[in-house]
């Protein structure tokens, strides 16, 4: 069975950063576009970032563009998520989505887009 696993959340006041990691199991990594999806309290889960099978093309949210940042290593399996200059509206639990098949990274954000989810890591900034 294909796992996802999500790591580098924590707490961390406003102006800081934090780097997640995500690991997926399965030959398709390389091959796929990845993406960081987030959900607050009480809010839906909205697309934070995408990167295409080779980190060669992104796409971000609004609300995060010029602060994060996303970027892969094919090799170990694994995607990032660096996030700076961090705000309180970023606090929420931050999920990996694996496996985009729909071939690229739509600023849309559609979560059908990905077969395979992440428990999640929570990111809390205080202010």
């Known amino acids: 069975a294909v796992q996802v696993l999500e790591s580098g959340g924590g707490l961390v006041q406003a102006g800081g950063s934090l780097r997640l990691s995500c690991t997926a199991s399965?030959?398709?990594?390389?091959?796929?576009?990845m993406g960081w999806f987030r959900q607050a309290p009480g809010k839906e889960r909205e697309g934070v970032a995408c990167?295409?099978?080779?980190?060669?093309?992104?796409v971000f949210a609004d609300s995060v563009n010029g602060r994060f940042t996303i970027s892969r290593d094919n090799a170990k399996k694994t995607v990032y998520l660096q996030m700076n200059n961090l705000e309180p509206e970023d606090t929420a639990m931050y999920f990996c989505?694996?496996?985009?098949?729909?071939?690229?990274?739509?600023?849309?954000?559609?979560?059908?887009?990905?077969?395979?989810w992440g428990q999640g890591t929570q990111v809390t900034v205080s202010s």
């Open positions: 989505a694996a496996r985009n098949m729909a071939g690229y990274c739509r600023e849309s954000f559609i979560r059908d887009d990905y077969i395979y």
């Open positions: 399965g030959s398709f990594f390389g091959e796929t576009a």
């Open positions: 990167s295409n099978y080779s980190g060669e093309s992104t």
